[in-house]
């Protein structure tokens, strides 16, 4: 009995690519941030902190946090081009960012220089 092996070679090469073009695109999903969404969501922090860190240095009662969650995700949501799932993500970037953040006043609102 004799192996044809260009038959046995050009199945694996179909099986591969039925496999490549429609079995995998359904198993594995893609979440990938395009590079205009990561412009954005890089934008939309650094000046969400940068605005919070100016209105905190004309009344130290706001929370930076805050103010710079609600402008970053404001700009996000305005742009449209960020799904909803990836708001997770902004916030632990903002956090972060905020974290380090010099501290400005000491813990009786006095000016640190």
């Known amino acids: 009995m004799e192996v044809d092996y260009k038959i046995i070679a050009i199945s694996i090469i179909a099986l591969a690519m039925v496999y490549t073009g429609f079995i995998r695109p359904y198993l594995v999903k893609r979440n990938l941030l395009t590079k205009e969404m990561l412009e954005l969501i890089d934008y939309a922090c650094e000046r969400g902190v940068g605005y919070a860190e100016q209105l905190y240095k004309s009344d130290q009662s706001i929370d930076r946090q805050k103010i710079a969650l609600d402008f970053a995700f404001d700009v996000v949501r305005k742009a449209g081009i960020v799904p909803e799932k990836y708001l997770d993500i902004i916030r632990g970037i903002i956090e972060d960012k ?7 006043h000491d813990e009786n609102g006095d000016i640190i220089i």
């Open 98 to 104: 905020v974290r380090q953040l010099p501290k400005t």
